[in-house]
């Protein structure tokens, strides 16, 4: 059926009433690498096909020619698009060459909306934005509107419906009008802050203004200023706000209200305003659903190694950026210091929006770096646990997220994990006393040794052709990162998995008394490996090298100043182990070595 004759008044009949707009990324092979919300939405499941794969045969070929004359311009064209309902949607496609390299292909950049529905949903959108004006006249209030991309503030109210300007000019001419005429200090420092909230896209600000700086009759006794933050996909788009004329005190408002609340590096919330804003709204929320959600950049001190501070500064900042953006208005999003985050989702319709949300900011955060840095992706880990299904108490449900967060990053990161009793299991003893220690704390004891019981009967039964299955097993259970294997007088690595970096060869053994920290059972835990600094330099800077800060070693002796070491690792991070653990990792790790000490092949 082409455009020409098709049924338009059926189509837009029996349509799903939704109006399918957004943008999305291709790379090479036609896969969609990256996408807003809408694109998402729009595909659901399907994100894994090729992207001509979804599109009606019949407009195939109408697709591929507008993609061969992309070298000549932008492309346009209408194409049936199979969305996530698996039925087949009328789409009008602008497609350009983007700015990234990716494997070696340019990406390709497209625009989509259902040209069968949108006229009806502006017509909807003009319908609420006249009831909202009317709003807004009736609450004589004073508002003000921020333009990032024009730099002009402008203030006004709105009567019958009606926005009537009482203040228009261009922000920079402003700030130089204060900077140079006769305010007062105290007021030229509340603006400097008020300017400083505007140009760093602050979501959430509470200040105290002289009214004399606009010239705004009713705001010259002076005036509280409430705002926020508008982002689009291409950052930050207005800055909007609330002016009330006041002349009583502030004092007793809320902390997150004010301008202490916020992270120096981001604009973001800080974390003692995060977390009492989350508390007062559970405190608050009734049977409302909500999310709380703890989000770490993955390998974080790797960026900030390898490129330097100031670009892991970069790095953070686009990151709160892409996290506020996309969660707009449907949740507040603070910094908990470090590289890890913390959103509080208020407004959220159900989970399979939330989960759309989430792969919207993985993906964006994996997109703005790729090809721009060689041979690193920049990823996120995110922890999520739901209000009141998961707790109806602040520390309860915080933990819970925590510990799904270790579980994302032991299942290999760049994931979220949405907490499910089920499937995670209880808190335990240790996760009630401190941040959980990872899944190996996640896991319930009976799992764990049900798990080394096997374990030990396979490696009985057969052997070495099971070591990756064993290793594989062990670093997921006991939340490691990378397990080596060391043999020999010279204590030469054999076997390792997990992801190392300026991975050990030769393991220095025989660095000082270092064998002395073994323990009758041939066992070495240590939680900070910083303390082998003074005593042990040289195994101190060969783990600093490839990144190890904490450990369980078993060591085996051959009875010839020799023997088999298995080293289980943890890298960039802190990793307390319980007594129980280190029994069941000794267990594996003693087996491990008498089977490689008597085998020739390893």
């Known amino acids: 059926m082409g455009v020409n004759n098709m049924d338009i008044t059926g189509y837009r009949n ?8 957004g943008e999305l990324s291709l790379k090479k092979g036609y896969i969609v690498a990256n996408g807003d919300e809408n694109a998402y939405y729009l595909l659901g499941a399907n994100s894994g096909y090729a992207f001509p794969e979804l599109i009606h045969p019949e ?14 311009g ?17 789409l009008y496609i602008t497609m350009k060459i983007g700015k990234r390299i990716i494997d070696g292909t340019e990406s390709v950049e497209i625009s989509f909306y259902d040209i069968m529905t949108i006229q009806g949903k502006f017509r909807h959108y003009m319908q609420n934005m ?8 009736l609450s004589n209030q004073v508002f003000y509107e921020y333009d990032y991309k024009n730099d002009e503030l402008m203030v006004y109210r709105y009567n019958n419906a009606k926005n009537l300007m009482l203040f228009r000019e261009k922000f920079a001419d402003v700030e130089r009008r204060v900077e140079s005429g006769d305010t007062e200090h105290s007021d030229k420092a509340a603006f400097e802050t008020f300017a400083e909230c505007i140009r760093n896209g602050v979501d959430g600000f509470n200040l105290k203004l002289n009214g004399s700086i606009f010239g705004v009759p009713e705001l010259e006794s002076g005036f509280e200023v409430n705002g926020g933050t508008i982002y689009s996909d291409d950052g930050k788009s207005l800055s909007v706000g609330v002016m009330k004329s006041t002349s009583r005190s502030h004092d007793d408002k809320a902390y997150y209200l004010t301008e202490a609340a916020r992270d120096s590096g981001t604009g973001l919330l800080n974390k003692r305003a995060i977390s009492e804003y989350t508390i007062e709204r559970i405190n608050a929320g009734g049977d409302k659903a909500m999310y709380l959600a703890i989000m770490d950049v993955d390998d974080f001190k790797r960026i900030n190694d390898t490129y330097g501070h100031m670009f892991g500064d970069q790095v953070l900042s686009k990151v709160s950026e892409i996290i506020r953006s996309v969660v707009g208005q449907r949740g507040k999003v603070g910094r908990f210091g470090g590289d890890e985050f913390f959103v509080l989702f208020e407004n959220i319709l159900d989970e399979a929006e939330l989960r759309r949300i989430l792969k919207v900011i993985t993906k964006h955060i994996l997109w703005a770096y790729s090809g721009v840095i060689k041979d690193f992706a920049v990823t996120t880990s995110i922890g999520i646990s739901k209000y009141p299904d998961d707790g109806t108490a602040y520390d309860e449900l915080f933990k819970k997220a925590d510990k799904s967060l270790y579980i994302a990053k032991a299942k290999g990161k760049n994931r979220y994990i949405i907490y499910d009793e089920s499937k995670h299991g209880k808190l335990d003893a240790s996760e009630e006393s401190d941040r959980p220690l990872g899944i190996s704390a996640v896991l319930s004891n009976e799992k764990k040794i049900s798990m080394i019981s096997e374990l030990v009967l396979k490696l009985h039964s057969d052997g070495l052709a099971v070591l990756d299955e064993a290793l594989a097993k062990l670093q997921e259970y006991f939340d490691v990162d990378g397990i080596a294997i060391y043999k020999g007088n010279g204590w030469k690595r054999v076997y390792s998995v997990g992801k190392y970096i300026g991975a050990i060869d030769n393991f220095p053994m025989y660095d000082g008394d270092y064998k002395s920290n073994f323990d009758e059972s041939g066992v070495y835990s240590e939680n900070n490996t910083r303390h082998l600094n003074t005593h042990y330099p040289m195994v101190y800077s060969a783990l600093e090298k490839q990144e190890t800060t904490a450990f369980v070693q078993v060591w085996l002796d051959d009875g010839n100043y020799g023997g088999v070491m298995i080293s289980f690792d943890v890298f960039n991070r802190s990793s307390k182990r319980s007594e129980s653990d280190r029994n069941y990792m000794t267990i594996a790790g003693r087996l491990i070595c008498e089977l490689v000490m008597n085998s020739d092949k390893l």
């Open 14 to 21: 029996n349509s799903d009433g939704k109006s399918h707009f």
């Open 59 to 72: 407009d195939q070929p109408s697709f591929f020619s507008a993609y061969e004359k992309l070298n000549e």
């Open 74 to 90: 932008e492309q346009d064209l209408i194409v049936r698009f199979r969305n996530a309902n698996d039925k087949y949607v009328w």
């Open 130 to 137: 006249n009831k909202y004006r009317r709003f807004l006249g």
